[in-house]
């Protein structure tokens, strides 16, 4: 039941902050210098056409007005036509989400799988040239672009030794799975030398900390209190700092989707820009948000049931 | 926030102990705190080197092409080898040098003024500005930063300046935020008390008291910032939507190379490690300007 209360009290925050992303949304196109139809059209733009999807667009009724009729077309999910696909938004989207939130699923696996390990030995062994060594390779690794260090696994991995496909996104879900793994290796990368660093010195604090002192002086095992006061206790954090991570994720799977060449809802929003196609630059960004939302919601409910102690704030 | 999670028990008891020393020896000179920091001075100066000078550094014209010396590969003549209308590589990395360091730094300067003017007012006053501003952070935070900043740029148009703005328009947000939680805390301390009671002006409060007492977290958080900052601009390039071409710029310069890849593997490398070298330079710089800080708080 708490547990339950819990997860509305969240979902009703979710809504005022939903709201203003919204009007962000909305207000992004008309604050276009100068008239969007004229700039959507770009060069096949004339007066009758203009006018024509400036009717189309309800952009001759007040803001208000205008604000109206997109919320309704995000309830009703009609987000319009892609002017360059000619086909409406939403089935052109629905099929890139998958990709960008497979991406964002690989990268995180890939996370867990280096940073894990690696704070903790860097932790427990603190001091030694091996923590030195790790502390060093985070540093680096955080002032790598990503979008080099695809290229160079790209040109290594894809082209010279033909491990991974060089781009594209396969039929089946064995190709999802293997064309996603070079994008979620360098995707992880930054996000691991961070949470690496993080669960270091919480391992060194936990080390330290007086209800380890205690656990040793019951006479638990090392084992034991290595499972379970060290490892968990020091997590926490780390947990945390991840699930706020996800956002930077996705943004950073705009680049890497492009790197890849992945038919995702990131490379999209590229593609989109350089055409001018705002429909679809509109609802790319309001997925987008929707899902870092969606992410925290899902982190916070997790949150709440490894540490219970959130919920009674 | 990213600067906090390197702090370690290690590194603290180790500062302190440097502080002990301190006071029982003579005053320490401020290379001798921490040897990221002079390390990453070293690899900076060079970088300003070839950022301000690099007509002496390079050999060649950055934007002459030579229809003689298409893509060859790195060798003694060409160092990183020359791209397909044979411009040498090299020379444009040593002139994007000054774009690159700049997009670092000005991106940053900003934000790090008018988020911490926005996080002291918010934090000292509170009440309904306070509010506000929490609840815009709210809104600014559902979005990637690098996904706000791409959207800015596609209303307002791709261009060095544009993307200067938008960097402008969404990194105050982490320096406000910042700022004023420290605020918060500073303003109930015994000191700011004191001078309240003394009968000191507010403006002189929060910028004689509060101000450097907060001001060293945005300083930590600001110098590995410049890092964050320069990928970003970088990385924008590599999209098509910051520098403009021919322009020299590291993240450009990658992107033009990559659809000759098989033929040509040095164009899309080799300027990359030019952002590596400058990232880790101002990466250890971060990280020793907080050494140093937190040296000097205690």
Same mark, same amino acid.
């Given at each position: 039941?708490?547990?339950?209360?819990?997860?509305?009290?969240?979902?009703?925050?979710?809504?005022?902050?939903?709201?203003?992303?919204?009007?962000?949304?909305?207000?992004?196109?008309?604050?276009?210098?100068? /008239?969007?139809? *004229?700039?959507?059209?770009?060069?096949?733009?004339?007066?009758?056409?203009?006018?024509?999807?400036?009717?189309?667009?309800?952009?001759? *009724?007040?803001?208000?007005?205008?604000?109206?009729?997109?919320?309704?077309?995000?309830?009703?999910?009609?987000?319009?036509? /892609?002017?360059?696909?000619?086909?409406?938004?939403?089935?052109?989207?629905?099929?890139?989400?998958?990709?960008?939130?497979?991406?964002?699923?690989?990268?995180?696996?890939?996370?867990?799988?280096?940073?894990?390990?690696?704070?903790?030995?860097?932790?427990?062994?603190?001091?030694?040239?091996?923590?030195?060594?790790?502390?060093?390779?985070?540093?680096?690794?955080?002032?790598?672009?990503?979008?080099?260090?695809?290229?160079?696994?790209?040109?290594?991995?894809?082209?010279?030794?033909? +491990?991974?496909?060089?781009?594209? +996104?396969?039929?089946?879900?064995?190709?999802?799975?293997?064309?996603?793994?070079?994008?979620?290796?360098?995707?992880?990368?930054?996000?691991?030398?961070?949470?690496?660093?993080?669960?270091? /010195?919480?391992?060194?604090?936990?080390? #330290? !900390?007086?209800?380890?002192?205690?656990?040793?002086?019951?006479?638990?095992? *090392?084992?034991?209190?290595? #499972?379970?006061?060290?490892?968990? #206790? !020091?997590?926490? !954090?780390?947990?945390?700092?991840?699930?706020?991570?996800?956002?930077?994720?996705?943004?950073?799977?705009?680049?890497? *989707?492009?790197?890849?060449?992945?038919?995702?809802?990131?490379?999209?929003?590229?593609?989109?820009?350089?055409?001018?196609?705002?429909?679809?630059?509109?609802?790319?960004?309001?997925?987008?948000?929707?899902?870092?939302?969606?992410?925290?919601?899902?982190?916070?409910?997790?949150?709440?049931?490894?540490d219970p102690r959130v919920r009674l704030e | 926030m990213e600067q906090k999670d390197n702090t370690s028990v290690f590194e603290q008891t180790e500062a302190s102990r440097g502080e002990e020393a301190h006071h029982i020896k003579k005053k320490k000179h401020f290379w001798q705190y921490s040897m990221s920091l002079n390390i990453g001075l070293v690899i900076i100066v060079i970088v300003l080197i070839f950022a301000f000078f690099p007509q002496f550094i390079a050999p060649y014209e950055p934007n002459t092409s030579n229809p003689d010396a298409i893509m060859l590969a790195p060798s003694a003549e060409h160092l990183f080898g020359t791209d397909n209308y044979g411009r040498d590589i090299f020379s444009r990395v040593v002139w994007g040098t000054r774009i690159d360091v700049a997009m670092g730094i000005f991106a940053m300067i900003v934000p790090l003024i008018v988020g911490s003017i926005i996080g002291l007012i918010a934090g000292y006053y509170g009440g309904w500005i306070d509010t506000i501003l929490m609840r815009i952070l709210d809104v600014v935070m559902a979005f990637p930063f690098i996904l706000m900043v791409i959207v800015i740029v596609a209303i307002l148009g791709s261009g060095l300046m544009n993307m200067f703005i938008a960097i402008w328009l969404v990194a105050w947000r982490d320096y406000a935020r910042l700022v004023r939680s420290e605020v918060m805390i500073a303003k109930h301390s015994e000191y700011v008390m004191a001078a309240k009671v003394l009968g000191y002006s507010e403006i002189r409060i929060i910028l004689g008291h509060i101000l450097p007492n907060v001001v060293n977290s945005a300083i930590t958080f600001a110098a590995a910032d410049i890092v964050m900052c320069m990928l970003t601009g970088a990385s924008m390039s590599f999209l098509g939507l910051g520098v403009e071409p021919p322009t020299p710029e590291w993240g450009a310069l990658i992107s033009t190379g990559r659809p000759f890849m098989t033929q040509a593997w040095w164009m899309c490398t080799l300027p990359g490690v030019a952002i590596c070298i400058a990232g880790v330079g101002f990466s250890l710089f971060g990280d020793g300007i907080s050494d140093v800080l937190r040296a000097k708080s205690r």
């Amino acid at each position: 039941m708490r547990q339950f209360n819990y997860i509305l009290k969240r979902l009703l925050h979710m809504i005022p902050v939903l709201f203003c992303v919204t009007i962000l949304i909305f207000l992004m196109i008309r604050l276009i210098p100068g /008239s969007p139809a *004229e700039i959507m059209l770009g060069d096949k733009a004339t007066p009758e056409k203009i006018a024509i999807l400036e009717e189309k667009m309800g952009l001759n *009724e007040p803001l208000i007005v205008q604000y109206g009729l997109f919320l309704k077309q995000i309830v009703t999910l009609d987000f319009g036509d /892609s002017i360059t696909y000619a086909r409406p938004v939403l089935e052109l989207i629905q099929p890139k989400i998958m990709v960008t939130v497979g991406l964002v699923i690989s990268t995180t696996i890939f996370v867990l799988l280096l940073s894990f390990p690696l704070g903790y030995l860097a932790g427990s062994k603190h001091g030694t040239p091996l923590d030195s060594g790790i502390k060093t390779g985070a540093l680096i690794v955080i002032s790598l672009p990503q979008f080099w260090v695809g290229t160079l696994f790209l040109l290594l991995f894809g082209l010279k030794l033909h +491990w991974f496909p060089v781009g594209g +996104w396969g039929d089946t879900f064995l190709e999802h799975a293997h064309s996603l793994i070079l994008p979620g290796l360098t995707g992880a990368l930054t996000t691991s030398a961070l949470t690496i660093r993080n669960l270091r /010195s919480n391992v060194i604090d936990v080390v #330290n !900390s007086d209800y380890v002192d205690f656990a040793r002086s019951k006479g638990l095992t *090392e084992k034991r209190i290595k #499972n379970r006061h060290i490892i968990r #206790n !020091s997590m926490i !954090s780390t947990v945390t700092l991840l699930s706020l991570r996800i956002a930077n994720m996705l943004g950073g799977s705009i680049v890497i *989707e492009t790197v890849f060449s992945l038919p995702g809802l990131g490379k999209l929003l590229v593609d989109s820009i350089f055409a001018r196609d705002y429909a679809v630059v509109q609802t790319v960004v309001l997925m987008l948000a929707l899902i870092v939302l969606i992410v925290n919601l899902i982190t916070d409910v997790a949150y709440s049931m490894l540490d219970p102690r959130v919920r009674l704030e | 926030m990213e600067q906090k999670d390197n702090t370690s028990v290690f590194e603290q008891t180790e500062a302190s102990r440097g502080e002990e020393a301190h006071h029982i020896k003579k005053k320490k000179h401020f290379w001798q705190y921490s040897m990221s920091l002079n390390i990453g001075l070293v690899i900076i100066v060079i970088v300003l080197i070839f950022a301000f000078f690099p007509q002496f550094i390079a050999p060649y014209e950055p934007n002459t092409s030579n229809p003689d010396a298409i893509m060859l590969a790195p060798s003694a003549e060409h160092l990183f080898g020359t791209d397909n209308y044979g411009r040498d590589i090299f020379s444009r990395v040593v002139w994007g040098t000054r774009i690159d360091v700049a997009m670092g730094i000005f991106a940053m300067i900003v934000p790090l003024i008018v988020g911490s003017i926005i996080g002291l007012i918010a934090g000292y006053y509170g009440g309904w500005i306070d509010t506000i501003l929490m609840r815009i952070l709210d809104v600014v935070m559902a979005f990637p930063f690098i996904l706000m900043v791409i959207v800015i740029v596609a209303i307002l148009g791709s261009g060095l300046m544009n993307m200067f703005i938008a960097i402008w328009l969404v990194a105050w947000r982490d320096y406000a935020r910042l700022v004023r939680s420290e605020v918060m805390i500073a303003k109930h301390s015994e000191y700011v008390m004191a001078a309240k009671v003394l009968g000191y002006s507010e403006i002189r409060i929060i910028l004689g008291h509060i101000l450097p007492n907060v001001v060293n977290s945005a300083i930590t958080f600001a110098a590995a910032d410049i890092v964050m900052c320069m990928l970003t601009g970088a990385s924008m390039s590599f999209l098509g939507l910051g520098v403009e071409p021919p322009t020299p710029e590291w993240g450009a310069l990658i992107s033009t190379g990559r659809p000759f890849m098989t033929q040509a593997w040095w164009m899309c490398t080799l300027p990359g490690v030019a952002i590596c070298i400058a990232g880790v330079g101002f990466s250890l710089f971060g990280d020793g300007i907080s050494d140093v800080l937190r040296a000097k708080s205690r």
